[in-house]
């Protein structure tokens, strides 16, 4: 079944504890993205990824890393988090066709985040 | 840089009653255009998408979206809801691999 799949689904944390959210995708997909939802603020881009080794920053990236050592995974990386990022994170990834740059995304199931 | 506006952030209808949900967007360049709803507790899932062609666009469970290049805007349509189309909608547009999403509409469909 094509998906996207990200772990852990539930995390609370505390200030400063480092930590990783996966995503992993079986669709061979070239781009890949990290989105946080906050209530009245819609889904807002943190990085996006257009291919193994190319990452580049959203809308919303201070205070998160990512990496994209291979083609099917995308972990989103909070080296010191805070309360201010306690939010619900979506993980995402469409491939391209021809010269239309985009297709549709894939959307995995949500990380929800608490920061104490 | 695109952006998104969704005007109505609550709306309420009964059972039958018809849907339109305005989007208009700010961008200089040729646009994709797409909704997704979110079911509550679920993740994103899309409605329907425009890349080109005939701008009044069909999508699931009886949805469609019509683009007004003139008018920037891409409202989202259905001429019978269903207590089931209680979900948060939003309107995307993108350009150069940038999805920016809308602030989100929440529909609450009464039975």
């Known amino acids: 079944e094509a998906q996207v799949t990200q772990n852990p689904r539930y995390l609370i944390t505390v200030t400063g504890k480092k930590l990783t959210v996966t995503c992993s995708q079986n669709?061979?997909?070239?781009?890949m993205s990290w989105y946080r939802q906050d209530p009245g603020l819609g889904l807002r881009q943190i990085y996006y990824s257009m291919n193994v080794e190319v990452t580049d920053k959203g809308d919303v990236p201070e205070g998160y890393k990512v990496s994209r050592k291979e083609k099917r995974n995308f972990p989103l990386i909070l080296e010191s988090p805070s309360p201010n990022q306690t939010s619900l994170y979506f993980c995402?990834?469409?491939?391209?066709?021809?010269?239309?740059?985009?297709?549709?995304?894939?959307f995995g199931p949500g990380t929800r985040l608490t920061v104490l | 840089a695109q952006s998104v506006s969704q005007h109505n952030h609550h709306v309420i209808l009964s059972e039958a009653a018809s849907l339109e949900l305005g989007c208009n967007y700010s961008?200089?360049?040729?646009?994709?255009l797409f909704w997704y709803v979110q079911y509550p507790g679920q993740h994103l899932q899309l409605l329907l998408k425009?890349?080109?062609?005939?701008?009044l666009v069909k999508g699931i469970k009886g949805f469609e979206a019509e683009f007004i290049k003139s008018k920037f805007s891409f409202n989202l349509r259905k001429p019978s809801v269903q207590w089931s189309d209680t979900a948060e909608y939003f309107c995307?547009?993108?350009?150069?691999?940038?999805?920016?999403f809308g602030t989100g509409t929440r529909l609450l469909v009464s039975p």
């Open positions: 669709m061979n997909h070239e781009y």
């Open positions: 425009y890349f080109s062609g005939d701008p």
């Open positions: 995402a990834s469409s491939g391209t066709s021809g010269s239309s740059s985009y297709n549709e995304q894939f």
């Open positions: 961008y200089g360049g040729t646009v994709n």
């Open positions: 995307a547009v993108e350009g150069f691999q940038k999805l920016v």
